[in-house]
């Protein structure tokens, strides 16, 4: 195992050296550079722009500027980035990435969990009314154009009915007269999660070999506690009704996302559970006389569980570019609109800081996933 | 049975939890604070950073370009020259020596937001830094280092500019009298590693490479700095930043014009005062009549609050009460105004842009460099009709490069090729002038009557040494980034096809016609627009003829005016000046101004003094947090 890990690292490492040479040379081959930008305005002279580049560096060569960079991001400095200058990409991105974590790692949960249940329920009941009036909703959500999906919700509950706020991620109202700025209570609740998703970890993994009625209630009542508890202290926190008012503004962005794309995991789920209810162990389960439900939940669930698991882990490091649609619509100040806004400019340090994490993160998650398989199925080995 | 009901349980539980963690705000009411949406945040709040070129755009500047103040400013609509901290107009330049000088007076008692007393060594200290450190773009505008030497405080009142030469009217009056002045006591224990760093390649070329990698190093550290805290005179200072969410300014109550009357009179007489007799100025003569505008200063707000939206959220949140007024560099859209329309409660004005849109061509090409070719083309080009019949009334053509909404300097009666004739007429027109610069064809251009009237284009056109014109091709902005220009330019190509130039009409991205024009020069025609300042010397700058322009213009003529107007003191005989380059212009060609489009601004629960200003509110004002009032209905 250990040997396969590292062999998976090199490759890891070798993976992400192209990775990036290829995204700086295609980013510099995008026509003119981010001093263009200023060009419209008639004060900005040529001589002007000459010293500007001098400035970004922007007057050497290609490979000179891509040298300096990767040696420069070797030693940890990514760099100062042209469009938030003098703000180095580091700041930035530790500014907006816990925004876009902590909407996108909650709707992705969400829409996991919702598709995965509807998933296993839809594969068990296979040419019933119900499947096919869920899977035809599913895929036309699916397929649905999202800013028009999206601005439709805002119009809808926001606008008509006034149930959510239009657009932003805090109420300035609100916020006026906070002690501490977004990022702080992000980072804050970001903790929380993190606190909650170990407990339930640990909790599910204690209690393994525990007889599954009983492990399966104290599962439940120990999220149930756990979460009263995150509430409670954060009810009474000072801070407590800036997360509240978080939240708030978190909602339509949350049901949008998870509306347009719980389907995926649902069709997946299904697919793999209908593969797995063909198993001879299913029908050896079902003909020990074991309950339609424990068959369902115990046996099929659990295996065809795997991929669809992997389809997750996968997806989670692209959170952190978030949904530049999703970021947009909703005014969502997180790392997708800012990739968006540092592509078009051409940001070069922000995009290849900002594609750098994303990258590595994504390539991590293949390695996690790898060997997530062994430890979820026992029948996996690595040689 | 017992899953479900804890799986019920958990969710509702949940389910409250959030709704309870939700606190209902109440929504403030407008009276205290004027809500603002922009569409795009501030990036900082370093002074020197924003007026430089990093910083420099329209979403800092509508939050904080108010905070730093000018010796001098513009009045209301007429733009005419009024002091700010000044206390009157400057003296006229003597000479010192090798050096031109002039003093200004600056009235007494300013004090900036902080209480500290506001003074010549504020005025001198920004200045010398400026100078310094070469700062770019609006800095350097306002203290150029090539004419501008230095600035002396000769007494807490007075300061004293010392230029190379008597200065035109862009160096002084509408560069260094406008200049930004910040704070010498908040920065000057601040600058000292920056400072540092400058003298270190202060005595080097200033074009070695030493030198600017030194300057590059010293503007870094400057542009870092931090300026929490950092006083301020505007009538609001700021007062909280959320990045990514709003920005909040509160007002600053030592301001000075706060409360200060100001009116305007039909023979250009302006006045300001206080009511309680304790200023008053007078300029441009002595009021005689009824005022043409008066209106007392603000604030009326406690405080502005610029909230960040998307632009269709934006326009929800007007529609929904929850902001004022939508700030945006370009005024509303149609597809948005047209949702504001019915809400009785927004109020719609429409304002002239300072700006045009224009197709100019690569005279590095010789065959394009031909004066005549370029007529010809505007008079085939019929802009009345493209605007007022394609573009439906979203735009308005414009004749010369200074926008008609810029009054004083505006030349109305530049050659105009073409305009007010038909389809038949601006044909002959141009196969006449075309023909008499010795242009050919194997088919003339000609009028078809059988065909109810229209073009039959001409075929092989021939430059007039005989070889084919070559293929061309026109960039212009595809219509997802400017619907306007990208149907102009299918239009144009076709007008010049009329003429059987055979040229292409390529839509494209935004950066590569940027890209074509400023760095390779690989494009023989493209359509792009400016938004202007509203001193005209944009005119000589844009075809700079000392150290080149992208078009490759050439004009003698121009060269020798625009060296006249750069050294124009007087503002009258500028204006003479303005007018011939405008001729200039619109004869030689190297733009054929094509259209401008009118703003639109949107607002609710808001009264201004005044709506007819160039540019608009909301981009030429930056929404006017200091003038505006909260709507009252009439009684």
């Known amino acids: 195992m250990w040997k396969y890990i590292i062999t998976r690292i090199i490759q890891i490492i070798v993976t992400m050296g192209i990775f990036l040479s290829l995204l700086y040379f295609i980013m510099d081959a995008q026509p003119g550079d981010i001093t263009l930008q200023y060009m419209n305005n008639p004060k900005f002279s040529a001589e002007q722009r000459e010293a500007l580049k001098a400035r970004l560096g922007l007057d050497q060569p290609v490979l000179v500027r891509f040298g300096k960079w990767m040696g420069n991001t070797l030693t940890g400095n990514l760099g100062i980035s042209y469009i938030y200058s003098p703000r180095t990409v580091m700041e930035v991105m530790l500014e907006r990435a816990p925004r876009t974590v902590f909407l996108f790692l909650i709707a992705t949960m969400i829409e996991f969990f919702v598709g995965y249940w509807l998933g296993k329920v839809l594969a068990w009941q296979r040419g019933t009314g119900v499947e096919y009036g869920v899977t035809v909703v599913g895929a036309i959500l699916y397929t649905v154009f999202t800013p028009w999906f999206a601005l439709m919700m805002i119009w809808l509950f926001g606008f008509t009915l006034k149930w959510v706020p239009i657009g932003k991620f805090l109420d300035p109202l609100v916020w006026i007269n906070a002690s501490v700025n977004a990022n702080y209570v992000f980072n804050r609740l970001l903790l929380t999660v993190t606190f909650f998703t170990l407990v339930i970890v640990a909790v599910f993994f204690l209690t393994q070999k525990w007889n599954p009625v009983k492990a399966n209630r104290i599962r439940w009542q120990v999220g149930i506690v756990s979460a009263v508890a995150c509430f409670v202290i954060w009810r009474f926190s000072p801070i407590g009704y800036l997360a509240g008012d978080i939240f708030k503004h978190m909602v339509l962005p949350i049901f949008v996302l998870v509306v347009i794309n719980f389907s995926g995991t649902m069709l997946l789920t299904r697919t793999t559970m209908l593969e797995t209810l063909r198993e001879d162990y299913i029908m050896a389960a079902r003909a020990k006389g074991l309950p339609e439900r424990v068959v369902r939940d115990r046996h099929a669930a659990r295996n065809a569980l795997l991929p669809v698991f992997t389809s997750l882990i996968i997806s989670l490091p692209f959170i952190l570019g978030g949904g530049i649609i999703t970021e947009t619509v909703f005014s969502w100040p997180g790392m997708g609109l800012t990739l968006l806004e540092a592509s078009l400019a051409g940001d070069i340090p922000l995009v290849m800081g900002s594609s750098m994490f994303i990258g590595f993160l994504a390539l991590l998650a293949h390695l996690v996933s790898d060997v997530a398989y062994a430890f979820l199925d026992p029948r996996i080995r690595y040689s | ?635």
């Not at chain 2, 501030?42 to 904080?64: G, H, I």
């Not at chain 2, 605007?387 to 530049?414: I, S």
């Not at chain 2, 306007?484 to 935004?510: D, K, W």
């Not at chain 2, 009264?607 to 909301?618: A, C, N, R």
Request: charged share 20%; proline share 6%; aromatic share 14%.
């Open chain 2, 1 to 635: 049975m017992k899953k479900t009901v804890w799986i019920v349980i958990s969710v509702l539980l949940l389910f409250s939890l959030v709704l309870a963690a939700c606190k209902p705000t109440q929504k403030e009411q407008t009276g205290g604070t004027v809500r603002y949406a922009v569409l795009s945040d501030m990036t900082s709040t370093n002074v020197w950073a924003l007026y430089d070129e990093t910083d420099a755009s329209y979403w800092n500047y509508v939050v904080q370009s108010g905070h730093w103040p000018a010796l001098y400013g513009l009045s209301d609509q007429r733009y005419d020259i009024i002091p700010a901290l000044a206390a009157d107009m400057p003296s006229d330049f003597v000479q010192e020596g090798d050096l031109y000088v002039s003093t200004v007076p600056m009235k007494a008692d300013l004090v900036w937001s902080d209480g500290s007393p506001l003074t010549a060594d504020d005025v001198a200290f920004t200045a010398n830094m400026a100078l310094k450190f070469r700062l770019g773009l609006n800095w350097n505008s306002a203290y150029n280092p090539d004419y501008l030497v230095k600035t002396e405080a000769v007494d807490p009142l007075t300061v004293k500019f010392f230029f190379t030469e008597v200065p035109g009217l862009a160096i002084w009056q509408y560069g260094a009298m406008m200049g930004p002045i910040v704070s010498k006591a908040f920065w000057e224990p601040k600058v000292g590693e920056a400072v540092a760093k400058m003298d270190a390649v202060a005595n080097l070329a200033i074009d070695s490479d030493e030198y600017v990698a030194g300057q590059a190093e010293a503007v870094d550290i400057l542009h870092k700095l931090d300026s929490t805290g950092e006083p301020t005179y505007g009538a609001f200072k700021l007062e909280k930043w959320e990045v990514g969410a709003f920005s909040q300014t509160k007002l600053n109550p030592k301001n000075f014009f706060i409360g200060t009357w100001v009116e305007e009179y039909a023979n250009g007489a302006y006045k300001e005062y206080k009511e309680d007799g304790s200023y008053t100025y007078t300029a441009f003569g002595e009021p005689e009549g009824e005022p043409t505008l008066k209106y007392k200063a603000g604030p009326y707000f406690d405080s502005a609050l610029y909230t960040l939206y998307e632009a269709d959220a934006a326009v929800l949140a007007l529609r929904n009460n929850d902001v004022d007024f939508i700030l945006t560099p370009n005024g509303i859209s149609q597809g948005q105004l047209a949702q504001l329309r019915d809400d009785p409660a927004i109020q719609i004005v429409l304002n002239p842009q300072n700006g045009f849109r224009y197709l100019a061509f690569n005279q590095n090409r010789p065959f394009l460099a031909d004066v005549a070719l370029r007529q010809a083309i505007a008079a085939v080009i019929d802009m009345d009709f493209v605007t007022n019949q394609v573009l439906q009334g979203q735009a308005v053509p414009v004749y010369t490069l200074v926008p008609e909404g810029n009054g004083f300097w505006y030349n109305p009666d530049v050659p105009k090729f073409g305009v007010g004739m038909d389809t038949k007429s601006r044909m002959e027109l141009a196969v006449s002038i075309l023909k008499d610069a010795g242009y050919t064809w194997e088919t003339e251009p000609a009028w078809n009557e059988d065909r109810g009237g229209s073009v039959d284009y001409g075929v092989g056109l021939m430059l007039p040494d005989g070889t084919p014109f070559p293929e061309i091709t026109l960039l212009a902005p595809s219509a997802g980034y400017d619907p306007l220009r990208a149907t102009s330019a299918v239009y144009i190509e076709q007008y010049m096809r009329s003429l059987g130039i055979p040229v292409t009409a390529q839509l494209t991205n935004f950066n590569n016609i940027l890209s074509a024009v400023y760095d390779t020069g690989d494009y023989d025609m493209f359509i792009l627009g400016w938004g202007l300042s509203i001193y005209p010397d944009y005119l000589c700058s844009f075809f700079d003829q000392t150290n080149g322009n992208p078009y490759g213009y050439v004009s003698p003529t121009l060269a020798a005016k625009c060296d006249e107007f750069y050294l124009e003191t007087d503002i009258d005989n500028a204006r003479a000046q303005v007018f011939e380059i405008q001729n200039i212009l619109a004869t030689e060609l190297p733009y054929i101004t094509l259209f401008t489009n009118p703003v639109y601004d949107a607002y609710r629960n808001l009264e201004y003094p005044y709506t007819e200003v160039l540019d608009g509110i909301g981009s030429g004002l930056y929404g006017a947090p200091t003038i505006v009032k909260p709507f009252t209905a009439a009684e």
